[in-house]
């Protein structure tokens, strides 16, 4: 399977606090990207981080690469209920395939 | 923002027929569109890349034949499930390529929930 991991799978902490979810990979990539989902609901795209950028920021996220260990995270800080959702990240190679790894159900409880 | 819409957003059929989904990019031009499927708790699986004016191209493992796609203008890619069967209930979400993009980005629909009885 092409499919990342992520981790935690569940995460549940309380508003204001930071949240950080991790994510594997498997193929080189061009970039790697990471979406929101509320529950029911599409997907939404947060940011973009190209294979040779190491770290990104856009307002309350924070993105880091790392290609050497095929792995990526992301931080939302000062988190709000609001930002109740599933995180995926997605893996972009050569193709335009997306390969999405399994989320992150994150909960923040105000 | 590029905007894809979907319709149906939730469908109920009864084993064995067959149900179409739409697919529209409603403000740009779209030659190039992708169909997911997501069951609960789980994360997306790219089920087939669909191209405008030519045959769809499957992943490995899905049915060309259950799952048909067509592609036929530049703003509507459709789905249509045949002969669904319970085990086909799943979340169907579509996603469209803005031409000339960085990144071939990509534009997701709400997704369309099937449920077969």
């Known amino acids: 399977s092409q499919q990342g991991e992520e981790d935690p799978q569940a995460l549940s902490i309380q508003e204001g606090e930071n949240a950080t979810m991790n994510c594997s990979y498997k193929?080189?990539?061009?970039?790697l990207q990471w979406y929101r989902q509320n529950s029911g609901r599409g997907l939404v795209h947060l940011i973009l981080i190209r294979s040779n950028e190491r770290e990104k920021h856009s307002g309350r996220l924070r993105v880091t690469l790392d290609t050497s260990k095929k792995s990526s995270s992301l931080l939302i800080t000062a988190s709000r209920a609001a930002d109740t959702a599933s995180y995926f990240c997605a893996a972009q190679g050569g193709s335009e395939k997306l390969v999405f790894g399994k989320g992150t159900k994150l909960t923040v409880n105000p | 923002g590029a905007v894809v819409s979907q319709h149906p957003s939730w469908v109920i059929c009864k084993s064995g027929t067959s149900v179409k989904i739409e697919c529209r990019s409603l403000?740009?031009?779209?030659?190039?569109m992708f169909w997911y499927r997501q069951f609960p708790k789980q994360s997306l699986m790219l089920m087939a890349t669909?191209?405008?004016?030519?045959?769809?191209?499957?992943e490995q493992g899905v049915e060309k034949d259950k799952f048909l796609i067509n592609h036929a203008s530049l703003t509507l890619s459709t789905l249509t499930v045949t002969s669904a069967h319970p085990e086909d209930s799943s979340f169907y979400i579509c996603?469209?390529?803005?031409?000339?993009?960085?990144?071939?980005?990509?534009?997701f629909g709400p997704g369309t929930r099937l449920t077969v009885l």
């Open positions: 193929t080189s990539i061009n970039n």
């Open positions: 669909s191209n405008e004016g030519s045959k769809a191209t499957y």
């Open positions: 403000d740009f031009q779209a030659t190039t």
């Open positions: 996603s469209a390529r803005v031409e000339g993009a960085p990144y071939n980005e990509q534009f």
